[in-house]
């Protein structure tokens, strides 16, 4: 082989390499990317049962894989009381799917020398020095005494929920009661008020536990959106739409839709006598379930957006992709490598990157994802995880309340490896 034909054939296994890197999603036949059509079918199967036996109105899935979309389908009604027939293009309230999308934010302005990981947040948000931790609380009141913690939370206890903030509506009873005296919201569903005032606010409240000791999920991710509006200057809403949404081709994801694209979003529902009917009250913080379709000027960090099953498809493949999509470098491969990486240690036992929750060897035996899957979901019953190894995204979104459905989840997860036939 001559020396012009070996450098022709570098070349080319380089530009194979590339792509295989940093790919658009893009529609393609299963098996050209190792699935079975036959197999996939099994999906079908499983959505129906659930449709069948009303435990869902709805619902839309989207697997792709080596780049690929090679199943993108939606199922039953986006309105259980119209039977408004579900498309793929519909939108969902993703609650804390929001709260990636934040931390890639973070570590945006974090590759921008904005902040180091293990500063003190207070350096940035002075209300958090010299925090205190819950030591009894009286739930005739609300009211509680405190001891002084330990340490201060840093940017990385946040990130990895280890600060020791809990949530409000949804957490410990103790401090639900405490935040919900205090006019300390979950983040989901409301609009009204900014973002700031509830953080700083928040800072005055006792932690539950000393940083660092214990994984707690919590309000971090509302914190970490304040922090992306101190280090970019911008609110979180402008800072999504410019510098992640815009570059990443999300045009359908929002705190708050644009009313031509009110008709689009999912009615959400909840289980009554054992089947999915329209939410008619409130939820969580005595909110609106209608909220993505008002206008608002709280943009929650950890539960505020809603969205397509695409958009975050597309937001998903980046990490795959080392930090690309659409020709753009949102991080480098090193920084989601870090991301990607366990950063809950023992004696805790929590599996935690910056931002997703993940399969490492210690957990591996639980679940089919291979070693290095990142995953979460949302309150709303929405799940998805990418796995590197098996160059795989799956999703699937449905809006129950109070319905977090995790038999369907799990079962979605072991329908869509079971078609992998390469």
């Not at 795959?320 to 990607?340: A, C, D, F, Q």
């Amino acid at each position: 082989m001559n020396t012009i034909m070996k450098i022709f054939l570098i070349v080319i296994a380089l530009l194979v390499g590339y792509t295989a890197v940093a790919q658009n999603l893009m529609p393609g036949k299963p098996e050209q990317a190792g699935i079975s059509s036959e197999r996939l079918g099994r999906i079908d199967n499983l959505v129906q049962e659930y449709l069948s036996t009303q435990q869902i109105p709805g619902a839309v899935v989207l697997i792709a894989r080596q780049g690929k979309i090679v199943y993108q389908k939606a199922y039953g009604f986006s309105d259980a009381d119209t039977k408004t027939p579900m498309k793929t293009d519909h939108i969902f309230r993703i609650a804390s799917q929001t709260k990636a999308i934040t931390s890639l934010a973070v570590m945006m302005l974090w590759e921008e020398g904005k902040f180091l990981l293990d500063e003190p947040v207070s350096k940035y948000i002075p209300e958090l020095k010299n925090p205190r931790v819950l030591v009894n609380f009286n739930e005739s009141d609300s009211s509680y005494s405190t001891e002084p913690a330990k340490s201060e939370p840093t940017i990385r206890q946040l990130l990895t929920h280890t600060s020791g903030i809990d949530y409000a509506a949804i957490g410990s009873r103790e401090m639900k009661g405490i935040y919900a005296k205090a006019g300390v919201p979950s983040g989901i569903g409301n609009n009204t008020g900014k973002l700031a005032d509830k953080i700083k606010l928040l800072a005055q409240l006792p932690l539950k536990h000393h940083p660092g000791e214990r994984y707690t999920y919590g309000l971090n991710t509302d914190v970490l959106g304040y922090l992306v509006e101190i280090w970019s200057g911008m609110s979180l809403d402008e800072f999504f739409q410019k510098r992640i949404f815009l570059p990443l081709g999300m045009k359908d994801t929002y705190f708050y839709l644009p009313k031509e694209k009110y008709s689009r979003l999912v009615t959400l529902c909840e289980t009554q006598n054992g089947k999915a009917v329209t939410v008619k009250g409130k939820i969580y913080d005595q909110v609106d379930p209608n909220y993505p379709a008002t206008a608002g000027t709280y943009y929650s960090g950890g539960a505020g957006l809603s969205g397509t099953i695409e958009d975050y498809a597309r937001f998903l493949q980046l990490f795959l992709n080392g930090g690309t999509y659409n020709g753009t470098r949102l991080l480098s491969r090193k920084t989601v490598e870090l991301m990607l990486t366990n950063q809950v240690q023992p004696p805790l036992t929590t599996q935690f990157g910056l931002g997703f929750g993940l399969e490492t060897a210690s957990n591996d035996y639980l679940s089919v994802y291979s070693v290095g899957s990142f995953s979460w979901g949302g309150a709303f019953s929405t799940q998805y995880w990418a796995d590197p190894k098996e160059k795989l995204v799956a999703l699937i979104y449905t809006n129950m309340y109070n319905a977090p459905l995790r038999s369907l989840g799990d079962k979605f997860k072991i329908a869509t490896y079971q078609a992998i036939v390469d």
